[in-house]
């Protein structure tokens, strides 16, 4: 089958699985998990092998000729979605008007025209990949895990839907497509955080993230509607048009090629902010990301596949997919960076005093996705791959705790309260080797995955702070990243029209595209130890929650009845894989350079502002120490504190005063939504019913009592009385012969 | 199969439902059963015999390229100045309502088919009659038929709400036909105004909508000091009409009691068909007859579009009924409709156009719905109600469906309407208005993109409270005696029930999944209405803008 083939069965295959589940529905009986298992498992056969041969054709593992660094994808177009013909024509001075300019200075229209499209290139690859196995996984043990609970197959249907909606989401080759999976995955959480709707909280978390992440859609909806202003299309690649010329994608080969294809300046920070806004919400960081821990009351094999592994990775695959737009607009790409560390470090403090241990994981999410963008936002090569690394390595180990949480949840009878038991490991070994090997790769301890992932996000943000000694640290190039990535926007300033840039001078977004007010050495440098210091707490609160689980005297909780022992096989087995992965893959992909070769094929990756900070793959030895450094220190304190104690026993937040306070509650941010945004605009929504009522149709009943009021008047000059009738009468000749008479004067 | 011409077939189609009323009076006296399966008999077959016709209409170059389809004439009084026929037709900008109308039908019986028993076949007639008159107001070519079907609209729904209602059901009938008919005579007075005028520069007096079309483009009306702003007045004669059908904020306040007071049956229908009758009469008459004066108007309604999208959506908010909130949801989304048709981009129009057709199938929807819960729990009150997802599975996935539909998720047909409507919004503000409006519209199409979550926010909310959450036990039917006891009842879709949803149902998802299928035959249509005020909007900009500041052109026609 042709490799376009192959691309639309990825989606296809878990939509057909879901599809027959709903269709099939209770005529399944226990085996309802098999149309979803199968459309996912077929899935994942055919993305491997799309990877494997889309790794060959960038020319990974072929000794014999180097990788080519030139940029390798593949677009599909199935049908037309939605088109209106001479649409629109492009904003003076913006590209899309350079695009579609004529000899004689005009330009032509253009048809909005939103193809659906699919798109093969390394980076979607990889994401397919990860998305379909690690979802393989999840689903496997979900056999296990929701055996018994009466919507088996509703849970099946919706985990293949959202693996359809995943594998879209990062194919679509269309903005407008992005944003249709982009709410569509956000859909499918709903449901599955809503998964037991019986619960009241599990209806409201559901509720709640559903909304936050309506937030973030606004922002990426505006994006779009700015994106098509500037740009004239909304697609990713390049489209022939009739008359056989080129016109530019987005993100096509021919507008990455041009150095001056990208508009930066007061507009291009606005649509990279926008589009910042929305992965904020999708990926949980601040401010947005009040919904995930909440989210943990779905089902727990759904947090590991949606909120852990895949959908929440969503905001990172948006900003490095546009990538092209963000290196030109040095303070947007610094502001990601702001938040991903802001959010890193936030979240870690909160997760340090959690004690329930499905929200350590949901912070220690927010805060490892938090380090992913801090990577993203550097701008440079290394940046950009060590993001991906890092979401491909966190995916392993992060479902891998996720569904040890799960199984010690399963055999605990639901409780996952760590202070309700302790000393698991002698009752489930296999799930606390498992859980174990996830929270050294979480905690970057070398060899385990996370370990190297970390490394190169740290080397990518000390790249930054120290421009100079990281040079010659690598004894590499001079192209120093930082000015690399200053010059396209320089370049881009003249061909920021005054036209389309207009609108934004009065808002704060705007700034200057030549004098970055963000991007200097300082900030780069205090992220960089932000970031250290984040790396120590992930450390610690990691490991406290492995020692108030597994070790210390063996306590069960009474809800766990006769499920106390360790999980079925179905459940254990895709712990071990994952252990594996989570153990071997860091190292395998760092020492190969295969992700790093693989991702710089993306055409994305291949904009000159990107390609000029590439530097050769390196051990960043001292970076690697302070790290590890660090995430000793937690390991220490977390043992000193809870290694073979009694979880129930003392807690972190009695060390830490009022501020552990602050972080168990969240640092407030919840209920200073609630004051300052819920109940006002509840408060405002009272008014404008009250108003509705009481003014408008107030009115309205007034109006309509004005000729009721004048029939009463009226009623009393109809009074029976024939002297008045001929009075009357008589008055009203006199006034039509005094009205005939001044006529004729 | 081309023995049918397609002018017979569209008489056909419209004659349908009026004989079938008269058959179902005729069963009268054979009872429920009898009546309400001839209605139901009717409608199946009126939805056959127009869904053919749209096929054929469909696979007509002419009538794709934006030509009148099936065209009948009658003339009435020809000769001397007189030139008056009435004619029926179909073309872009109606073929989609005509359908629309057709399917809702099938809806409007089937959610009826347990709820009514009390004199029946005056229920299915009138019900018939109004299905006859939508048919009939979308298919009219002449200002007469218009006026007539559009009347006609009415009386049905009058009686419907005032006696099959709920409790308030005679103060929401009266509020509703006042309201609505106060706004008519306005409308039928711009309408006449037309007309003489069309006849003092002719000399000819008719009726015919076309015609008066070109002449009101041959001669248009003054839209000055010296001629007395006349445009303007009649378009705010019109404009009073087709505000209060909308509703546009502030005239909407008989849609909330109409809504509640009204039959489920009755509900589908105002909700689906009767208030796209304001928007089509603009895309009608008001858009390409009056063009001036429409781009005068125009920020002003586009700005009421807005109003109306965050104002229905904070009153939708606070309801406690939930049929009150799916009525300000309507307030809500006419909200959407009214900001595209005024953007004036074809992005926004044909997205408003396409809008029409999908509020009509959620909203209806979400009525049909809200009116099988009261069957079931004998309240709408949503603090009342809770856990019906337990209780009624299939129910509560319709519902979803709809409520997702309403919300705009992609993959759905709410999300394209609204996205078109948006983008050609943005579009507008962003390049299309002199620099004097530019903030103020950037202002109103980002609010307007908050409506998006305000929307999500209390569908979502009514959907946790209502159908969430552990089983709640609302006060019982006493005469439903076949239901059970306690909470575990389950209470799921009848098959009527399903009859009545499922071809919503299927239109969500195909509209949701090709737009462009839905797109295309209408787009010519609504590129020639709205092409005269467009270009009247870009002229006043230029005038507005103070140097020589290039505008960008608008679309025209290639």
């Known amino acids: 089958m042709s490799p376009a083939t192959l691309l639309v069965l990825v989606p296809l295959l878990p939509l057909v699985g879901a599809i027959l589940t709903v269709a099939l529905g209770r005529r399944l009986g226990s085996r309802g998990h098999l149309p979803a298992i199968a459309g996912i498992a077929a899935a994942a056969v055919v993305a491997v092998s799309l990877l494997l041969g889309l790794g060959r054709e960038v020319g990974i593992g072929d ?12 677009i599909t177009t199935l049908w037309e979605w939605a088109g209106v013909d001479a649409a629109y024509s492009p904003p003076a001075g913006s590209p899309a008007a350079a695009d579609t300019a004529r000899a004689d ?24 990949t990860i998305i379909t196995c690690v979802g393989l996984l999840v689903a496997i043990y979900s056999i296990g895990y929701m055996h018994d609970d009466p919507g088996y197959p509703r849970f099946f249907a919706l985990l293949a839907m959202f693996v359809f909606s995943m ?22 959480s709903y449901l599955l955080i809503g998964f037991w709707f019986t619960k009241p909280e599990a209806a409201r978390a559901a509720k709640k993230a559903f909304l936050v992440n309506r937030v973030g859609d606004f922002g990426l909806a505006v994006a779009t509607f700015l994106l098509w202003m500037t740009y004239g299309t909304l697609n990713f690649h390049d489209t022939l048009s009739a008359d056989g010329t080129i016109l530019p994608g987005i993100l096509g080969q021919s507008r990455i090629a041009d150095a001056a294809g990208y508009v930066g300046g007061a507009v291009g920070t606005a649509i990279c902010l926008l589009l910042l806004l929305a992965a904020c919400g999708k990926s949980a960081q601040l401010p947005l990301h009040v919904w995930l821990p909440d989210a943990m009351e779905g089902p727990t094999p759904a947090s590991a596949l949606i909120h852990a592994a895949t959908m929440v990775t969503a905001g990172i695959y948006l900003v490095a997919r546009c990538a092209p737009l963000f290196v030109v607009c040095p303070d947007a790409l610094t502001m990601v960076s702001i938040v991903g560390t802001t959010t890193a470090l936030v979240a870690a403090l909160i997760g340090t005093v959690q004690n329930d241990l499905k929200r350590v994981l949901a912070y220690s999410t927010i805060s490892q996705l938090g380090y992913m963008f801090a990577s993203l936002g550097t701008g440079t090569m290394l940046g950009f791959t060590a993001a991906i690394f890092h979401l491909v390595t966190h995916a392993f180990f992060k479902a891998l705790l996720f569904l040890g949480a799960g199984s010690v949840m399963h055999s605990m009878g639901g409780v996952i309260d760590m202070r309700r038991f302790g000393g698991l490991r002698r009752l489930m ?17 070398a060899p385990f995955a996370g370990f190297f992932s970390k490394d190169e996000i740290l080397a990518a943000l000390h790249s930054k702070g120290w421009p100079d000694a990281h040079g010659e640290h690598h004894d590499t190039a001079p192209a120093s990243g930082h000015a690399a990535v200053r010059l396209p926007a320089a370049d881009s300033g003249p061909n920021t029209a005054p036209a389309s840039t207009m609108h934004f001078v009065s808002m704060k977004t705007a700034a200057a595209a030549d004098a970055p007010v963000l991007d200097r050495p300082r900030t780069w440098q205090t992220l960089f130890w932000m970031s250290l210091i984040t790396a120590g707490l992930t450390a610690f609160y990691t490991f406290r929650a492995v020692f108030m689980t597994f070790t210390g005297p063996l306590r069960v909780p009474d809800e ?14 895709p712990l071990v894989i994952l252990a594996v992965a989570s153990a071997v893959s860091g190292w395998w992909l760092f020492a ?15 904009a000159p502002a990107v390609t000029a900070t590439a530097t050769p793959p390196a051990f960043h030895f001292d970076l690697a120490l302070q790290g590890t450094l660090a995430a000793a220190l937690g390991i220490a304190i977390a043992a000193v504190g809870h290694l073979g104690r009694r979880s129930d026993g003392p807690q972190i937040e009695r060390f830490l005063g009022p501020i552990g306070t602050l972080f168990a509650n969240r640092f407030f941010i919840d209920q200073l939504y609630k004051a300052l945004i819920v109940k006002p605009l509840e ?8 108003f509705d009522r009481y003014v408008i149709d107030g009115l309205v009943d007034g109006v309509a009592r004005i000729p009721l009021a004048l029939g009463a008047w009226a009623r009393h000059l109809q009074s029976g009385l024939v002297q008045r009738y001929a009075l009357v009468g008589v008055l009203g000749t006199l006034l039509i012969m005094l009205a005939l008479a001044a006529r004729l004067r | 199969m081309n023995a049918l011409s397609p002018s017979t077939h569209l008489l056909l189609v419209i004659a349908a439902p009026l004989i079938g009323a008269i058959v179902a009076w005729l069963f009268r006296s054979w009872g429920l059963a009898a009546v309400r399966q001839s209605a139901a008999n009717t409608a199946i077959v009126t939805l056959v015999l127009a869904g053919w016709l749209v096929v054929r209409f469909l696979s007509d170059p002419a009538a794709m390229a934006g030509e009148p389809y099936g065209l009948v004439e009658f003339p009435w009084l020809v000769g001397g100045i007189f030139d008056v026929k009435l004619s029926l037709g179909l073309d872009g900008l109606s073929i989609w309502m005509f359908a629309l109308s057709a399917l809702l039908s099938i809806t409007a019986v089937f959610v009826s088919w347990d709820a009514i028993r009390d004199r029946p076949a005056g229920f299915y007639v009138l019900l018939l009659v109004l299905e006859a008159a939508m048919l009939g107001v979308f298919a009219a070519r002449d200002v007469i038929l218009f006026y007539v079907f559009f009347e006609f609209t009415l009386v049905p729904l009058f009686f419907l709400i005032g006696i099959w209602g709920h409790d308030e059901r005679r103060k929401a009938a009266v509020k509703f036909f006042i309201y609505t008919l106060a706004g008519s005579v306005l409308t039928f007075l711009g309408l006449l105004a037309i007309i003489l005028w069309n006849a003092s520069h002719t000399g000819t007096v008719t009726f015919d909508i076309a015609a008066l079309t070109a002449a009101m483009k041959a001669h248009p009306m003054p839209m000055d000091a010296g001629g007395g702003w006349l445009q303007l007045i009649v378009f705010l004669a019109l404009l009073a009409g087709f505000a209060v059908k909308v509703p546009i904020v502030p005239l909407h306040t008989w849609l909330p009691l109409a809504h509640v007071e009204a039959p489920t049956g009755g509900s589908v229908d105002l909700a689906g068909v009767l208030l796209k009758i304001g928007i089509y009469g603009f895309l009608r008459f008001s858009l390409p007859m009056l063009p001036e004066a429409s781009a005068l108007a125009a920020p002003w309604l586009f700005g009421l579009g807005v109003v109306g999208i965050i104002y229905g959506a904070l009153v939708a908010l606070v309801q406690t009924d939930l049929k009150r909130l799916i009525a300000y949801s309507s307030v809500s989304h006419m909200g959407y409709i009214v900001m595209g048709l005024f953007a004036l981009t074809p992005v926004a129009t044909e997205g408003a156009n396409l809008q029409l057709i999908n ?40 519902f979803m469906l709809f409520t997702f539909s309403s919300i705009g998720l992609p993959g759905l047909n709410g999300f394209v309407g609204e996205f078109m409507i948006l983008a050609g919004s943005f579009q507008r503000a962003w390049s299309g208005v002199a620099p004097s409006f530019s903030f103020a519209y950037l202002l109103m199409a980002v609010t307007a993109v908050v409506g998006v979550v305000l929307g999500a926010w209390y569908m979502l909310w009514a959907v946790e409270r209502a159908f969430f959450g552990p089983s709640r036990e609302p006060p019982r039917s006493g005469h439903d005696g076949h239901d059970g006891h306690g909470h575990a009842d389950r209470c799921d879709l009848k098959w009527h029930e399903l009859v009545a949803l499922a071809p919503l149902a299927v239109f969500v998802l195909w509209i949701g999944l090709t737009p462009a299928t839905f797109l295309r035959p209408a787009a010519p249509a609504i590129r020639a209405a709205t092409q005269a005020s467009a270009d009247a909007f870009a002229a006043r900009m230029r005038d507005a803008t103070p140097t020589a500041q290039p505008i960008a052109r608008t679309a025209q026609l290639p």
Do not use: K, Q
């Open chain 1, 63 to 74: 000794a014999a000729h180097a990788p080519t660094a030139r940029p390798v994808e593949m």
């Open chain 1, 105 to 128: 200075g005009a330009t032509d229209l253009r048809s909005f025209s939103i193809p659906v499209a699919l798109r093969l290139d390394p980076l979607t690859s990889t994401l397919l």
């Open chain 1, 167 to 188: 594998s879209m989401l990062v194919a679509a080759s269309n903005f407008l497509l992005v944003y249709v999976f982009w709410e569509a995955v956000g859909a499918c």
């Open chain 1, 429 to 445: 070994p296999i799930t606390a080797a498992t859980f174990l090997i996830g929270s050294l790769a979480l905690a970057g301890v």
């Open chain 1, 560 to 573: 766990a009845g006769h499920h106390a022992h360790e999980s079925p096989p179905v459940m254990t087995i």
């Open chain 1, 592 to 606: 190969t350079h295969s992700l790093s070769t693989f991702l710089a094929a993306t055409p994305s990756l291949t």
């Open chain 1, 683 to 690: 408060g405002v929504a009272l008014v404008a019913a009250a």
């Open chain 2, 359 to 398: 509020h009509g199938l959620s909203s209806a929807g979400l009525f049909a719905l809200v009116g099988m819960i009261y069957e079931r729990f004998h309240t709408r009150n949503i603090a009342s109600l809770g856990g019906i997802a337990s209780r009624a599975p299939w129910l509560t996935v319709f």
